[in-house]
């Protein structure tokens, strides 16, 4: 179930990352959704690097989610791209 997110076809959503940042960002659950586990494990045993990651964070979870959704739709066409090239082949 660790993969889940990785596997699935969903975008992630600005609203819902925000309010995991605001409700569960102590426990750094917005990196976590957002995939970035290892910033996620950092931050979660530094107290959110001392509360500034936190702060930081507000301005950055816009970026994260588009660059999430970007890379979800990137790989989305590169199989695709494979598919008509094995078909055409």
């Known amino acids: 179930m660790g993969n889940w997110s990785a596997k699935n076809n969903i975008m992630k959503s600005k609203t819902f990352a925000f309010l995991l940042w605001f409700f569960l960002g102590i426990f750094s659950a917005h990196r976590f959704y957002l995939g970035k586990i290892g910033s ?42 494979k598919k008509v090239q094995a078909i055409s082949s």
């Open 40 to 81: 996620g494990i950092l931050y979660l045993l530094t107290g959110q690097l001392a509360g500034i990651g936190w702060i930081v964070d507000l301005f950055l979870i816009g970026t994260m989610v588009d660059n999430y959704n970007n890379q979800k739709e990137i790989k989305k066409v590169k199989k695709e791209v």
